[in-house]
């Protein structure tokens, strides 16, 4: 722990060097041209040399990624969007952001919901996670009723039926889901901080 904070202290004090004390990361995240782009997202006309994408100095602090973004002010993670330097208490839990995930085991998707995605997959068998989007037990009962004509029997299992194909393919827009988790969960702490998305 002592270790970890000393290392926050050092990156603290560096992005404090490098873009003066009053630098805050949350606040050029609202003002940032066109803010961040997740990866494979068209780039924002008029940022010129900004939105440079190149890999991080050490992975993010939230995601792990070591891809990152240059902003006006400095570098981001092009995953999640958390700044780097800023520091994320150790001791505090993570924020929780409910999901409502769809998971594919041959031709069947099975539609949930969890707020530790990683935990509850390593009970579920699948091949693949193919989506996610933000939403709790009401969303999950909501998709249910969407798609029950696709249900198998009484389970949360459903037919990977052209319907459900399309509605995931939708959700997930062409990236990784993962990503996308991340990036809610960036979006998450710096909410619970007090800094803008």
Not at 110 to 128: C, M, S, V, W, Y
Not at 153 to 179: C, K, V, Y
Request: net charge positive; charged share 25%; proline share 7%.
């Amino acid at each position: 722990m002592a270790q970890y904070a000393a290392f926050a202290a050092l990156s603290a004090r560096n992005v404090g060097r490098r873009f003066g004390p009053s630098f805050s990361c949350a606040s050029t995240m609202s003002s940032a041209p066109g803010r961040l782009r997740p990866p494979g997202w068209p780039t924002v006309p008029g940022w010129g040399h900004h939105g440079t994408v190149d890999a991080l100095e050490s992975p993010c602090r939230v995601c792990g990624s070591r891809s990152g973004e240059r902003l006006e002010a400095g570098w981001a993670c092009a995953v999640c969007g958390w700044c780097v330097g800023e520091f994320i208490d150790p001791d505090l839990p993570l924020p929780r952001v409910d999901v409502v995930y769809y998971l594919r085991r041959g031709s069947s998707v099975k539609i949930g919901t969890t707020f530790n995605p990683r935990q509850r997959f390593a009970a579920l068998a699948h091949d693949e996670v193919l989506a996610f989007e933000l939403g709790d037990r009401t969303m999950e009962r909501a998709r249910h009723a969407d798609f029950s004509e696709d249900r198998l029997g009484t389970s949360e299992w459903f037919d990977l039926s052209p319907r459900l194909r399309a509605h995931i393919a939708a959700l997930a827009g062409g990236r990784d889901p993962w990503d996308v988790h991340a990036r809610w969960l960036a979006d998450a702490l710096r909410k619970a901080r007090g800094g803008s998305l």
